[in-house]
Every structure is written in structure tokens, then in C-alpha cells.
């Protein structure tokens, strides 16, 4: 699996994103794509009232995050946000939709403006298509490669977690369907869409009361071109809000490998997806 930095301004910015992802590689060498842009990560700025949801359901994609921004120093800068629910726990809050979750203290939750994505390799401008925003990281440098052989390390996680809106989808179950698929071929098994398998699309209610539909994706037979080119896993659990809008928590990373974050860990941290009321900070 290979990384690199892109950029875009927001969603649905008229600045393509290739301009911005260019300048942001220049600046940050050792997130460059090594062969091909499997899994891409971008840190980007986006504005209270802008929308990450405007990516797509489609399954066909890359990945995504980095830092464009120091803000990133302090991952809940400016909202205090909710407390953790399980002690010991870190609580993870995307204020913009007003969701959080807990995840256990090895993860590093990133800035409430960091989104990660995924695009399919060969779109040049990275139109993202599945997304996240304020995720939590599990071992950010997880894996080590210089995949490109240009002297520059890219770093790829072991996991990340996160929430986004899915305002325009169908139903909770094509949601939870489709962007568990798409971070796993995204990430993992591009270009390769018959190496993701899907479970069945069942119900889910968290501690909070939230109910919704929840799928996993796997990946089968990745090539391992590189080192850090291993098998993958997504969960996705898409609920309606008080709102009444759609929305999304998902969970995508490495599996088959010793560190893989156990399926008892994915659930436990799901179970924990609330709404709270952001701050006007």
C-alpha cells in the first residue's frame, strides 16, 4: 500500500484538486506516492459549514490524509467537545456533525479539518469519492517503505477511524454496503475490485441508542509489490440523525497481520457512536 499527500480546498471547490495536491507533495517529500497511489492521506482545511459527504458512494478509489495545516498540533483546538464514555478511552468528535465516538488511548485522534479519502488512481485531479473527517489514527507509521526508491520514506498506518455525512444516499444499508467496499478497494486491493467481498448489511444500535445498518468488507489476494502492501478491512455503520440526515462512522485497516486491530476492538469502538451538541467555540 502505498501513500502520498493530497490536498483540496474543500469539496466542492472549483480549484481542481492535482494543483493542490502537487504543492502539498513538494511540501511533505516523505508522504509521496511510492509506485502507485493506493492509499492516499491529505490533510485539508474545510470550512464549519462545508459538507464532506459530497464524496460519492462509489467503491471504485485510493486513500487518504496529511497536514496542511499546524492547527493539526491540537486535534480539538477551539471545541471542547464531548467526554469519553468508556474510561480510558480517548473520545474522538467531528463537530461539524455533531458525532463522536472513543477509541482506546493508543489511537491519535487528528484536527476537526483533517478528512481522509479515497480516489480512484487514475482520476488526476483525486476527486474523492468515500470519505472521513477528524479520524482517529492507530500507529501512523505502522509500516515503513521507500516503494518508489526516490530516497524518500512513506509512512502507512495500521488503522483509522472516522465519521462523515452521507447527505443525497439511498438508505443506511447501501451506506454501510458501499463505503466499507470502497475503503477496502481504495486502500488495499486497487485496481482490483473482485478481491472485495462484502458481508451481509445487518442492524446495529449503539450504547447511545443509535440505530442503523453496519456492513464489513475484506480483501482476498492482494499483490504484495511492497512491503507495505497487505490485506485490508472496512466496517461502516450509517445511521440517520436527529436531523434526519445520514451519516456515517467507518473503520478501514490492515489485516492478516499481527497487529490487526481485532474484530472485538472494531466493535467496541463502534458501539460507542453518539451525537452531541457542538460548542459555538
Known amino acids: ?160 477511524a472516522g465519521t462523515r455525512g452521507n447527505n443525497g444516499a439511498r438508505s443506511t444499508e447501501d451506506v454501510a454496503r458501499t463505503d466499507s467496499a470502497a475503503w477496502v478497494y481504495g486502500a488495499y486491493t486497487q485496481p482490483d475490485r473482485d478481491k472485495v467481498s462484502t458481508g451481509p448489511v445487518t442492524s446495529f444500535t449503539t450504547a447511545s441508542g443509535i440505530r442503523g445498518s453496519v456492513a464489513s468488507s475484506r480483501s482476498s489476494g492482494v499483490a504484495k509489490k511492497d512491503k507495505c502492501d497487505v490485506e485490508g478491512k472496512a466496517t461502516t455503520f450509517a445511521f440517520e440523525t436527529a436531523d434526519g440526515d445520514f451519516a456515517s462512522w467507518s473503520f478501514f485497516g490492515a489485516a492478516g497481520v499481527d497487529d490487526e486491530v481485532p474484530e472485538t476492538t472494531v466493535r467496541e469502538i463502534l458501539a460507542t457512536v453518539r451525537e452531541y451538541t457542538p460548542s459555538d467555540s
Not at 3 to 10: I, S
Not at 18 to 47: F, I
Not at 66 to 85: F, L, Y
Not at 87 to 107: E, K, L, M, R, Y
Open 1 to 160: 500500500m502505498a501513500w502520498r499527500a493530497v490536498a483540496r480546498r474543500r469539496p466542492g471547490a472549483a480549484e481542481p484538486v492535482q494543483g493542490a495536491a502537487r504543492a502539498l507533495e513538494r511540501a511533505h517529500r516523505r508522504l509521496r506516492s511510492t509506485a502507485v497511489a493506493a492509499a492516499v492521506t491529505g490533510a485539508v482545511l474545510l470550512g464549519g459549514d462545508e459538507d464532506d459527504s459530497a464524496a460519492g458512494p462509489d467503491p471504485a478509489a485510493s486513500s487518504a490524509s496529511a497536514s496542511a495545516s499546524a492547527a493539526a498540533d491540537d486535534p480539538r483546538s477551539g471545541d471542547s467537545g464531548p467526554a469519553p464514555t468508556v474510561a480510558g478511552w480517548t473520545v474522538v468528535a467531528n463537530p461539524d456533525h455533531g458525532i463522536a465516538f472513543d477509541v482506546p488511548a493508543s489511537w491519535a485522534p487528528k484536527s476537526r479539518d483533517w478528512v481522509t479519502y479515497v480516489a480512484e488512481d487514475d482520476d488526476p485531479d483525486e476527486k474523492p469519492l468515500v470519505a472521513m473527517k477528524a479520524p482517529a489514527v492507530l500507529q501512523e507509521e505502522w509500516c515503513a517503505s521507500d516503494g518508489d526508491r526516490d530516497g524518500s520514506v512513506d509512512h502507512t498506518p495500521l488503522a483509522s
